[in-house]
Protein backbone atom coordinates (compact mmCIF):
# COMPACT_ATOMS: atom_id res chain seq x y z
CA UNK A 1 0.00 0.00 0.00
CA UNK A 2 1.29 3.37 -1.28
CA UNK A 3 2.27 5.50 2.26
CA UNK A 4 -0.43 8.60 0.91
CA UNK A 5 -3.15 5.50 0.96
CA UNK A 6 -1.70 4.20 4.41
CA UNK A 7 -2.10 7.63 5.93
CA UNK A 8 -5.46 8.37 4.25
CA UNK A 9 -6.55 5.59 5.32
CA UNK A 10 -6.04 6.10 9.00
CA UNK A 11 -7.21 9.76 8.88
CA UNK A 12 -10.48 8.53 7.76
CA UNK A 13 -10.91 6.03 10.40
CA UNK A 14 -10.21 8.63 13.04
CA UNK A 15 -13.50 9.88 12.52
CA UNK A 16 -15.01 7.07 14.81
CA UNK A 17 -16.18 8.81 18.30
CA UNK A 18 -13.72 7.65 21.35
CA UNK A 19 -16.48 7.70 23.66
CA UNK A 20 -17.61 4.59 22.58
CA UNK A 21 -14.29 2.50 23.92
CA UNK A 22 -15.40 4.04 27.52
CA UNK A 23 -14.12 1.64 30.59
CA UNK A 24 -15.50 0.97 33.99
CA UNK A 25 -12.97 2.17 36.55
CA UNK A 26 -12.23 -0.12 39.16
CA UNK A 27 -10.31 1.24 42.44
CA UNK A 28 -7.91 -1.88 42.58
CA UNK A 29 -6.76 -1.38 39.27
CA UNK A 30 -4.86 -4.27 37.90
CA UNK A 31 -1.06 -3.46 36.05
CA UNK A 32 -2.41 -3.96 32.95
CA UNK A 33 -5.10 -1.18 33.53
CA UNK A 34 -3.73 2.26 32.51
CA UNK A 35 -4.43 4.98 35.51
CA UNK A 36 -5.10 6.65 32.43
CA UNK A 37 -7.68 4.82 30.42
CA UNK A 38 -7.15 1.65 28.57
CA UNK A 39 -4.63 -0.41 28.64
CA UNK A 40 -0.60 -1.44 29.27
CA UNK A 41 1.36 -4.82 28.07
CA UNK A 42 2.83 -6.75 31.08
CA UNK A 43 6.58 -5.54 29.76
CA UNK A 44 6.35 -2.02 27.98
CA UNK A 45 6.17 -1.80 24.45
CA UNK A 46 7.12 0.78 22.05
CA UNK A 47 4.32 2.93 21.07
CA UNK A 48 2.89 2.27 18.00
CA UNK A 49 1.22 5.63 16.83
CA UNK A 50 1.00 7.37 13.70
CA UNK A 51 4.78 8.78 13.94
CA UNK A 52 6.23 5.27 14.14
CA UNK A 53 3.33 4.24 11.40
CA UNK A 54 4.60 6.97 8.83
CA UNK A 55 8.12 6.06 9.52
CA UNK A 56 7.96 2.29 8.53
CA UNK A 57 6.01 3.16 5.38
CA UNK A 58 8.48 5.85 4.77
CA UNK A 59 10.81 3.51 5.26
CA UNK A 60 8.96 0.40 3.15
CA UNK A 61 8.61 3.36 0.18
CA UNK A 62 12.39 3.91 -0.50
CA UNK A 63 13.14 -0.01 -0.03
CA UNK A 64 14.98 0.85 3.09
CA UNK A 65 16.35 -2.97 4.51
CA UNK A 66 17.61 -3.53 8.17
CA UNK A 67 20.17 -6.06 8.55
CA UNK A 68 18.18 -7.40 11.62
CA UNK A 69 15.48 -8.56 9.47
CA UNK A 70 17.69 -10.30 7.10
CA UNK A 71 17.94 -14.22 7.83
CA UNK A 72 20.41 -16.83 5.79
CA UNK A 73 17.58 -19.15 5.08
CA UNK A 74 19.07 -22.80 4.18
CA UNK A 75 18.19 -23.84 -0.08
CA UNK A 76 15.08 -25.85 -0.26
CA UNK A 77 15.91 -29.57 -0.23
CA UNK A 78 15.63 -30.83 -3.45
CA UNK A 79 11.97 -32.49 -4.59
CA UNK A 80 10.55 -30.21 -1.06
CA UNK A 81 10.23 -26.83 -2.86
CA UNK A 82 6.21 -26.14 -3.38
CA UNK A 83 5.43 -28.35 -0.37
CA UNK A 84 3.47 -27.14 2.72
CA UNK A 85 7.06 -25.90 4.50
CA UNK A 86 8.68 -24.48 1.70
CA UNK A 87 5.39 -23.29 0.11
CA UNK A 88 5.20 -21.47 -3.24
CA UNK A 89 2.74 -18.62 -3.85
CA UNK A 90 0.00 -18.49 -4.84
CA UNK A 91 -0.87 -20.97 -1.80
CA UNK A 92 -3.27 -23.51 -2.71
CA UNK A 93 -6.21 -24.28 -0.76
CA UNK A 94 -6.75 -28.21 0.48
CA UNK A 95 -10.61 -28.61 -0.35
CA UNK A 96 -12.37 -28.89 3.35
CA UNK A 97 -15.52 -31.38 4.12
CA UNK A 98 -17.76 -29.05 5.55
CA UNK A 99 -20.26 -32.15 5.79
CA UNK A 100 -17.98 -33.98 7.59
CA UNK A 101 -17.13 -31.11 9.85
CA UNK A 102 -21.16 -30.89 10.44
CA UNK A 103 -21.12 -34.53 11.25
CA UNK A 104 -18.28 -34.35 13.78
CA UNK A 105 -19.22 -33.83 17.76
CA UNK A 106 -16.69 -36.72 18.82
CA UNK A 107 -13.29 -36.08 17.89
CA UNK A 108 -11.14 -32.78 18.61
CA UNK A 109 -10.51 -30.53 15.55
CA UNK A 110 -8.74 -27.57 13.89
CA UNK A 111 -9.72 -26.52 10.50
CA UNK A 112 -7.12 -23.35 9.44
CA UNK A 113 -9.64 -20.86 7.58
CA UNK A 114 -6.86 -18.46 6.30
CA UNK A 115 -4.34 -15.87 8.51
CA UNK A 116 -5.73 -16.06 12.27
CA UNK A 117 -9.45 -17.74 11.31
CA UNK A 118 -9.84 -20.78 12.44
CA UNK A 119 -12.16 -23.57 13.04
CA UNK A 120 -12.31 -25.44 16.39
CA UNK A 121 -14.45 -28.08 17.63
CA UNK A 122 -14.06 -29.38 21.44
CA UNK A 123 -16.14 -32.05 22.88
CA UNK A 124 -19.27 -30.62 20.60
CA UNK A 125 -18.70 -26.96 20.90
CA UNK A 126 -17.78 -25.45 17.24
CA UNK A 127 -15.49 -22.17 17.90
CA UNK A 128 -14.64 -19.79 15.62
CA UNK A 129 -11.75 -18.20 16.33
CA UNK A 130 -10.98 -14.11 14.95
CA UNK A 131 -13.26 -14.53 12.12
CA UNK A 132 -11.91 -12.78 9.42
CA UNK A 133 -13.74 -12.93 5.63
CA UNK A 134 -13.74 -9.82 4.18
CA UNK A 135 -11.45 -8.92 1.07
CA UNK A 136 -9.71 -6.18 3.31
CA UNK A 137 -8.43 -5.77 6.74
CA UNK A 138 -9.18 -2.21 6.92
CA UNK A 139 -11.76 0.45 7.82
CA UNK A 140 -12.10 1.12 3.87
CA UNK A 141 -13.30 -1.57 1.64
CA UNK A 142 -11.13 -0.20 -1.33
CA UNK A 143 -7.69 0.23 -0.05
CA UNK A 144 -5.66 -1.67 2.76
CA UNK A 145 -3.77 -4.56 3.36
CA UNK A 146 -5.72 -6.97 0.97
CA UNK A 147 -6.26 -10.61 1.32
CA UNK A 148 -4.78 -12.97 -1.41
CA UNK A 149 -5.88 -16.47 -0.53
CA UNK A 150 -9.78 -16.50 0.06
CA UNK A 151 -11.65 -18.13 3.02
CA UNK A 152 -11.18 -21.80 2.97
CA UNK A 153 -14.05 -22.42 3.89
CA UNK A 154 -16.89 -20.11 2.78
CA UNK A 155 -19.73 -18.73 6.05
CA UNK A 156 -22.27 -20.77 4.64
CA UNK A 157 -20.28 -23.83 4.72
CA UNK A 158 -19.38 -23.36 8.59
CA UNK A 159 -21.11 -25.60 11.08
CA UNK A 160 -23.17 -24.21 13.65
CA UNK A 161 -20.80 -21.49 15.41
CA UNK A 162 -21.33 -21.84 19.26
CA UNK A 163 -18.92 -19.31 20.41
CA UNK A 164 -16.52 -16.73 18.42
CA UNK A 165 -12.98 -16.08 20.74
CA UNK A 166 -12.00 -12.53 19.50
CA UNK A 167 -8.24 -11.68 20.39
CA UNK A 168 -8.30 -7.91 19.78
CA UNK A 169 -9.88 -5.22 17.43
CA UNK A 170 -7.68 -5.29 14.40
CA UNK A 171 -9.30 -5.04 11.48
CA UNK A 172 -8.04 -8.55 10.87
CA UNK A 173 -8.78 -10.04 13.91
CA UNK A 174 -12.34 -8.16 14.13
CA UNK A 175 -14.13 -8.38 10.93
CA UNK A 176 -17.64 -6.42 11.63
CA UNK A 177 -18.92 -7.62 8.18
CA UNK A 178 -18.23 -11.29 9.28
CA UNK A 179 -20.00 -10.99 13.06
CA UNK A 180 -23.03 -9.82 11.21
CA UNK A 181 -22.99 -12.50 8.81
CA UNK A 182 -22.70 -14.94 11.46
CA UNK A 183 -25.65 -13.62 13.50
CA UNK A 184 -27.43 -13.11 9.98
CA UNK A 185 -26.81 -16.77 9.61
CA UNK A 186 -27.81 -18.13 12.83
CA UNK A 187 -31.20 -16.82 12.51
CA UNK A 188 -31.71 -19.51 9.17
CA UNK A 189 -29.91 -22.38 10.62
CA UNK A 190 -30.53 -21.83 14.48
CA UNK A 191 -33.23 -20.11 15.42
CA UNK A 192 -33.27 -18.22 18.62
CA UNK A 193 -29.91 -19.08 19.12
CA UNK A 194 -27.09 -16.60 18.22
CA UNK A 195 -23.54 -17.89 18.64
CA UNK A 196 -21.61 -16.23 22.02
CA UNK A 197 -19.04 -13.77 21.15
CA UNK A 198 -16.24 -13.58 23.80
CA UNK A 199 -14.09 -9.96 23.78
CA UNK A 200 -11.51 -8.35 25.03
CA UNK A 201 -12.35 -5.76 27.80
CA UNK A 202 -13.87 -2.26 25.94
CA UNK A 203 -14.65 -4.46 22.85
CA UNK A 204 -18.13 -4.62 23.98
CA UNK A 205 -19.26 -1.80 23.96
CA UNK A 206 -17.87 -0.84 20.56
CA UNK A 207 -19.51 -3.74 19.02
CA UNK A 208 -22.88 -2.62 21.09
CA UNK A 209 -22.50 0.75 18.95
CA UNK A 210 -22.24 -1.07 16.31
CA UNK A 211 -25.67 -2.98 16.72
CA UNK A 212 -24.12 -6.41 17.83
CA UNK A 213 -25.43 -7.20 21.83
CA UNK A 214 -24.28 -11.29 21.87
CA UNK A 215 -21.50 -10.11 23.55
CA UNK A 216 -19.38 -11.59 26.89
CA UNK A 217 -16.02 -9.19 28.00
CA UNK A 218 -12.85 -10.74 29.56
CA UNK A 219 -9.85 -9.63 31.34
CA UNK A 220 -7.33 -11.26 31.47
CA UNK A 221 -7.21 -14.86 33.43
CA UNK A 222 -11.33 -14.24 33.22
CA UNK A 223 -12.58 -17.54 32.39
CA UNK A 224 -16.40 -18.92 31.58
CA UNK A 225 -17.75 -22.09 30.49
CA UNK A 226 -19.98 -21.37 27.05
CA UNK A 227 -21.03 -24.07 25.03
CA UNK A 228 -24.34 -24.75 22.60
CA UNK A 229 -26.73 -23.50 25.24
CA UNK A 230 -24.85 -20.10 26.05
CA UNK A 231 -22.53 -19.05 28.09
CA UNK A 232 -22.42 -19.33 32.13
CA UNK A 233 -22.15 -16.28 34.19
CA UNK A 234 -18.58 -15.65 35.94
CA UNK A 235 -17.92 -17.83 38.74
CA UNK A 236 -19.81 -20.48 38.00
CA UNK A 237 -18.18 -24.23 37.02
CA UNK A 238 -18.49 -26.89 34.42
CA UNK A 239 -20.59 -29.50 37.08
CA UNK A 240 -22.79 -26.77 37.28
CA UNK A 241 -23.77 -27.20 33.37
CA UNK A 242 -27.56 -28.22 32.70
CA UNK A 243 -27.59 -29.26 29.44
CA UNK A 244 -25.84 -29.30 26.17
CA UNK A 245 -21.81 -29.82 25.49
CA UNK A 246 -19.60 -27.24 26.97
CA UNK A 247 -15.94 -26.19 26.73
CA UNK A 248 -14.72 -23.53 29.43
CA UNK A 249 -12.62 -20.70 27.80
CA UNK A 250 -10.12 -18.64 29.46
CA UNK A 251 -8.68 -14.92 28.17
CA UNK A 252 -4.65 -14.72 28.72
CA UNK A 253 -2.42 -11.92 28.64
CA UNK A 254 -0.28 -11.10 25.15
CA UNK A 255 2.09 -8.32 24.49
CA UNK A 256 0.02 -6.40 21.69
CA UNK A 257 -2.00 -3.53 21.12
CA UNK A 258 -5.30 -2.48 19.62
CA UNK A 259 -6.42 0.06 17.88
CA UNK A 260 -9.44 1.08 14.63
CA UNK A 261 -8.60 4.36 14.16
CA UNK A 262 -6.95 7.57 15.22
CA UNK A 263 -7.79 8.46 19.58
CA UNK A 264 -8.30 4.91 20.37
CA UNK A 265 -5.02 3.53 20.77
CA UNK A 266 -4.86 0.42 23.54
CA UNK A 267 -8.08 1.76 24.67
CA UNK A 268 -9.57 -1.99 24.40
CA UNK A 269 -7.90 -4.90 25.98
CA UNK A 270 -5.67 -7.87 23.34
CA UNK A 271 -4.89 -11.23 24.63
CA UNK A 272 -5.25 -15.28 24.07
CA UNK A 273 -7.27 -17.60 24.70
CA UNK A 274 -7.09 -20.94 26.44
CA UNK A 275 -10.20 -23.60 25.52
CA UNK A 276 -10.32 -26.33 28.04
CA UNK A 277 -12.67 -29.54 27.04
CA UNK A 278 -12.91 -32.57 28.83
CA UNK A 279 -9.69 -34.33 27.75
CA UNK A 280 -8.33 -31.85 25.09
CA UNK A 281 -6.91 -28.32 25.99
CA UNK A 282 -6.23 -25.78 23.55
CA UNK A 283 -3.95 -22.17 23.19
CA UNK A 284 -4.63 -19.61 20.77
CA UNK A 285 -1.70 -16.74 21.29
CA UNK A 286 -3.67 -14.16 19.20
CA UNK A 287 -0.99 -11.55 17.59
CA UNK A 288 1.84 -11.06 20.49
CA UNK A 289 5.50 -10.29 20.61
CA UNK A 290 7.47 -12.20 22.77
CA UNK A 291 7.86 -11.66 26.51
CA UNK A 292 8.79 -13.67 29.40
CA UNK A 293 4.86 -13.96 30.06
CA UNK A 294 3.96 -17.40 28.51
CA UNK A 295 5.62 -19.81 30.98
CA UNK A 296 3.30 -18.28 33.12
CA UNK A 297 -0.08 -19.05 31.10
CA UNK A 298 1.92 -22.34 30.76
CA UNK A 299 2.10 -23.28 34.60
CA UNK A 300 -1.25 -22.42 35.28
CA UNK A 301 -3.52 -23.62 32.13
CA UNK A 302 -0.59 -26.01 30.32
CA UNK A 303 -0.05 -28.55 29.20
CA UNK A 304 -1.43 -28.02 25.70
CA UNK A 305 -2.46 -30.43 22.50
CA UNK A 306 -2.55 -28.35 20.79
CA UNK A 307 -1.33 -24.60 20.38
CA UNK A 308 -1.98 -21.52 17.65
CA UNK A 309 0.91 -19.31 17.23
CA UNK A 310 1.43 -16.16 14.73
CA UNK A 311 4.49 -16.63 12.67
CA UNK A 312 3.89 -14.02 10.16
CA UNK A 313 3.62 -10.21 10.03
CA UNK A 314 7.01 -10.14 11.81
CA UNK A 315 9.30 -7.20 9.54
CA UNK A 316 10.76 -4.99 9.67
CA UNK A 317 11.47 -5.93 13.56
CA UNK A 318 12.42 -2.04 15.00
CA UNK A 319 8.51 -1.44 14.46
CA UNK A 320 6.89 -5.24 14.47
CA UNK A 321 9.45 -7.15 16.69
CA UNK A 322 8.33 -6.14 19.72
CA UNK A 323 4.03 -7.22 18.81
CA UNK A 324 4.72 -9.69 16.78
CA UNK A 325 6.58 -12.62 16.84
CA UNK A 326 9.08 -14.30 14.29
CA UNK A 327 9.17 -18.42 13.82
CA UNK A 328 12.24 -18.33 16.19
CA UNK A 329 10.17 -16.00 18.64
CA UNK A 330 6.94 -18.63 18.19
CA UNK A 331 8.97 -21.42 18.84
CA UNK A 332 9.75 -20.44 22.43
CA UNK A 333 6.37 -19.71 23.08
CA UNK A 334 5.53 -22.77 21.83
CA UNK A 335 7.83 -24.42 24.35
CA UNK A 336 7.01 -21.61 27.28
CA UNK A 337 3.50 -22.60 27.21
CA UNK A 338 4.36 -26.64 27.42
CA UNK A 339 2.44 -27.69 23.48
CA UNK A 340 2.73 -31.05 22.83
CA UNK A 341 1.95 -29.52 19.66
CA UNK A 342 1.51 -26.51 17.83
CA UNK A 343 0.49 -24.91 14.38
CA UNK A 344 1.39 -21.46 12.73
CA UNK A 345 -1.12 -19.22 12.19
CA UNK A 346 -1.23 -15.29 10.95
CA UNK A 347 0.69 -15.94 8.02
CA UNK A 348 0.24 -16.48 3.97
CA UNK A 349 -3.04 -14.86 3.70
CA UNK A 350 -2.48 -10.87 3.93
CA UNK A 351 0.56 -8.53 2.33
CA UNK A 352 0.73 -6.79 5.62
CA UNK A 353 4.71 -6.25 6.37
CA UNK A 354 8.04 -6.19 4.48
CA UNK A 355 8.67 -9.95 4.69
CA UNK A 356 7.82 -12.15 1.85
CA UNK A 357 4.65 -14.28 2.64
CA UNK A 358 6.15 -17.58 2.05
CA UNK A 359 9.15 -16.83 4.34
CA UNK A 360 7.54 -17.67 7.84
CA UNK A 361 7.26 -21.66 7.11
CA UNK A 362 11.23 -21.82 5.88
CA UNK A 363 12.13 -19.78 8.75
CA UNK A 364 10.10 -22.07 10.61
CA UNK A 365 11.74 -24.77 10.08
CA UNK A 366 15.09 -23.86 10.31
CA UNK A 367 13.80 -22.54 14.20
CA UNK A 368 12.00 -25.51 14.89
CA UNK A 369 15.78 -27.25 13.84
CA UNK A 370 17.60 -25.14 16.04
CA UNK A 371 15.77 -25.92 19.12
CA UNK A 372 15.85 -29.26 18.16
CA UNK A 373 12.54 -30.21 17.78
CA UNK A 374 10.63 -32.87 15.76
CA UNK A 375 8.88 -31.49 12.44
CA UNK A 376 5.38 -32.30 14.28
CA UNK A 377 5.92 -30.50 17.06
CA UNK A 378 4.94 -27.18 15.26
CA UNK A 379 3.38 -27.85 11.86
CA UNK A 380 2.49 -25.42 9.07
CA UNK A 381 -0.75 -26.39 7.42
CA UNK A 382 -2.09 -25.47 3.65
CA UNK A 383 -5.42 -23.10 4.21
CA UNK A 384 -8.43 -25.36 4.79
CA UNK A 385 -6.77 -27.74 6.53
CA UNK A 386 -7.78 -30.05 9.36
CA UNK A 387 -5.98 -31.80 12.33
CA UNK A 388 -8.01 -33.81 14.40
CA UNK A 389 -7.19 -35.70 17.79
CA UNK A 390 -7.22 -39.05 18.43
CA UNK A 391 -8.23 -40.46 21.60
CA UNK A 392 -5.80 -42.72 23.13
CA UNK A 393 -6.10 -45.05 26.08
CA UNK A 394 -7.16 -43.09 29.36
CA UNK A 395 -8.07 -39.81 27.50
CA UNK A 396 -4.33 -39.35 25.96
CA UNK A 397 -3.71 -37.82 23.01
CA UNK A 398 -1.79 -39.17 20.19
CA UNK A 399 -0.46 -36.52 18.03
CA UNK A 400 -2.91 -35.28 15.20
CA UNK A 401 -3.77 -36.46 12.25
CA UNK A 402 -4.20 -34.44 8.72
CA UNK A 403 -8.10 -34.43 7.73
CA UNK A 404 -11.77 -34.88 8.96
CA UNK A 405 -12.11 -37.54 11.79
CA UNK A 406 -14.96 -40.72 10.26
ZN1 LIG B 1 -2.98 -7.08 15.82
ZN1 LIG C 1 -2.93 -9.51 13.13
Known amino acids: MKPFHSLMALLLAATGASSEWALAKTPDRPAHHDPSGGFLNTYPTPSHGMPQFLKWRW ?18 PPGTTGDVEHPLEPFPLTPVDPACLAANTRHPTY ?9 LQVDGVNLLADPYFSDRASPLTFMGPKRVVPPALAMDQLPPIHVVLISHNHYDHMDLAAL ?21 LGVKAYL ?47 QHFTARGAGDLNKTLWGGWVVKGKTFRFY ?3 DTGYAPIFQ ?9 DLAAIPIGAYNPRWMMGPVHVNPEDAVKIHQDIR ?4 VGVHWGTLSQTDEP ?11 RQTAGLAPDRFLVVRHGATLWSPEGPQGARPPLREGCPR
Open 59 to 76: QHWWGINHTEDQVELPPD
Open 111 to 119: TWIGHSTFL
Open 180 to 200: RALNERAKTNTPGRQPILLVP
Open 208 to 254: RGKGIFNVEEFDWWDSQVAGTEGYRAKGQTLAEKKSGSTIEAVFVPA
Open 284 to 286: YAG
Open 296 to 304: DIGQRLGPF
Open 339 to 342: ARQS
Open 357 to 367: LSEPPRRLVQA
